[in-house]
């Protein structure tokens, strides 16, 4: 069995090796939206998902890196620092662009990207 810091249903949300941990319960609301077939029916390419998710991810991540300096942060912490009241914001659209980037096959679910379950699993 797996020692860990998180309880179980807890799953962590990594993208370039930074994550954010979040209840399973958030990750399946998130999957019955179906965010990729409900941008597409608004006319959102696949393409333009992606390059607006990387993008996103992108500012964030570098937004986390700059604020832990290389060392250890409490990630919730860190949201709330850097994003103040967006905090919240900042972290779901953090888990949905990973989310969806992992289900159209734009990211890779692997050491550094994409999901991994505590005491429980989750399939994209």
């Known amino acids: ?18 994550f954010v941990p979040i209840d399973i319960n958030v990750l399946n609301q998130v999957k019955e939206h179906k965010p990729v077939e409900l941008a597409l ?4 390419s696949l ?13 964030i991540e570098q937004k986390l890196v700059k604020y832990s300096k290389g060392k250890e942060i409490f990630i919730q912490h860190a949201f709330r620092n850097i994003f103040k009241d ?4 900042m972290m779901s659209l ?8 992992v289900r159209m096959k734009k990211l890779k679910d692997d050491d550094m990207n ?3 379950c505590v005491g429980e699993q989750f399939i994209i």
């Open 41 to 44: 029916r608004h006319g959102f």
């Open 86 to 89: 967006d905090a919240e914001t």
């Open 94 to 101: 953090w888990v949905l662009n990973v989310y969806s980037l």
């Open 1 to 18: 069995m797996m020692n860990s810091a998180f309880p179980n249903g807890t799953v962590l949300v990594f993208y370039k090796g930074t």
């Open 47 to 59: 393409e333009q998902q992606a390059k607006d998710a990387f993008e996103q991810l992108d500012m």
């Open 114 to 116: 994409g999901f991994l």
